[in-house]
């Protein structure tokens, strides 16, 4: 909707007085996609002239139902509403729809909330970070991706980020068959099986310890090494897994189990040497409270947007520090620059801190988002300009159109040598 003159439903109407006359009149999803991968920002606007917020919502691989949720479902819920009841707003389109959770409603909401917080901060004149209660820290100490064929190709990339200034490395290697995840691909060891390009877990649980054996006597002795298994092991495959790493120090292993299995992460967390983070799949603020209150992770890892945005990742971040877990904030490539804003602001204000994984934009996305955080010498800062500092060029955006997923093709082919679909 973006009638300027737009009146609210009385149903949606606000339910008190608001304390200065500035409403909502807009609410639009935009996708764009400068590094190839589809983004969505939504953006508030106000009767106030040049008063804006903008939002991360993006769901990469569902960016066209995020769209429509947004702008055909919860506009009309804040049309005519004053921008300052943010909890009131994201509760508002939480409940609307009687069926909750799940991550294109989710990331509906953190559009929306987050663009909320870019406003009430551009309209007091402070970054967002400063709402939250400004910095416990500088700046957030960030990891970044290596990976290769081989041990060596994947040493000889983690050379490259240390030179640059990192001390946290997540390290990935190629595992054979369409299903590898996190480096490049290479041929099956199976192509006389029932499915030819068949990826298994016990190939990869053969090579990775191999991996970081190699990387450990490679690398500065300080560096901090990390690895995603992207939830594809048993529990107990992921003990075995944990403690054959133990003599490697790993920072943390990521993702051990399917959401499936979550349930059995407290017993392996309990019998892991190795600290886990998991969350990154969680899509709704009760999953990611279950993480972190029954002891199953030692780094909640959510996605904020598919958790609802900013506000409720406030509350896990509460909730870690109070029982002893770090956040490691989801950070890749499909998350879109307001996105990442977001998680530095977390970053900075929380004492559960641990990690942030970072991602290093291109300058077509900084051309698309001017402002877009750059990551110097392994550290991000959050913008000290109102609200995110982050602005959207529409044109610029415009150039760069969005297209489906290619990760539907890429999951159908996530099989094991027999045939059978493996978790992607």
């Known amino acids: 909707m973006t009638d300027d003159t737009a009146q609210p439903h009385p149903a ?168 590898g995840y996190g480096a490049p691909a290479v041929p099956t060891e199976y192509p006389d099986a029932p499915y030819g390009n068949g990826w298994s877990a016990r190939d990869y649980l ?6 970081f054996e190699a990387a450990r006597s490679a690398l500065p002795y300080h560096i901090e090494l990390l690895h995603d298994v992207h939830s594809r092991l048993t529990p107990k495959d992921a003990v075995w897994l944990a403690r054959a790493l133990e003599p490697y120090r790993l920072f943390f292993l990521e993702d051990v189990l399917p959401p499936e299995h979550w349930d059995r992460l407290p ?24 993480l972190v209150r029954d002891g199953g992770v030692d780094f909640i890892r959510c996605h904020v947007s598919d958790i609802g945005g900013l506000t409720p990742a406030r509350k896990i971040a509460d909730l870690a520090e109070l029982t002893g877990v770090k956040t490691a904030w989801h950070g890749p490539g499909d998350t879109s620059p307001i996105g990442a804003a977001a998680n530095v602001a977390l970053d900075v204000t929380s004492a559960a801190f641990g990690i942030q994984e970072g991602h290093v934009y291109s300058e077509a996305t900084h051309e698309v988002f001017p402002g877009t955080l750059r990551i110097i010498d392994g550290w991000l800062t959050p913008n000290d ?40």
């Open 12 to 179: 949606f109407a606000a339910p008190w007085a608001s304390r200065e006359d500035v409403r909502i009149t807009s609410v639009r999803a935009i996708a764009t996609a400068p590094d190839g991968t589809a983004l969505v920002v939504v953006r508030i606007d106000t009767n106030v002239p040049g008063l804006y917020g903008l939002g991360c919502a993006t769901f990469t691989q569902r960016w066209k139902a995020v769209k429509t949720f947004v702008e055909e479902h919860l506009a009309r819920l804040l049309i005519g509403r004053y921008p300052g009841d943010i909890n009131d707003l994201v509760r508002l389109a939480a409940f609307s729809g009687y069926w909750r959770g799940g991550p294109v409603t989710n990331n509906a909401i953190s559009g929306i909330d987050q663009a909320l917080w870019d406003i009430a901060g551009k309209r007091a004149g402070l970054p967002v970070y400063e709402l939250l209660g400004g910095k416990v820290r500088a700046a957030a100490d960030t990891y970044l991706h290596a990976s290769g064929r081989t041990p060596s190709e994947a040493i000889d990339h983690a050379h490259e980020l240390v030179a640059q200034g990192l001390r946290h490395i997540r390290l990935q290697i190629s595992t054979p068959g369409g299903g």
């Open 267 to 290: 017993e392996v967390r309990a019998a892991s040497p190795v600290p886990i983070a998991v969350g990154e799949l969680t899509t709704s603020l009760t999953d990611a409270v279950r």
């Open 206 to 211: 053969r090579r990775t310890p191999a991996l």
């Open 385 to 424: 300009a109102p609200g995110w500092g982050i602005d959207l060029d529409e044109a610029a955006a415009a150039r760069h159109p969005a297209d489906l997923s290619g990760h539907d093709e890429w999951a159908a082919g996530v099989r094991r040598p027999d045939g059978a679909l493996e978790a992607p």
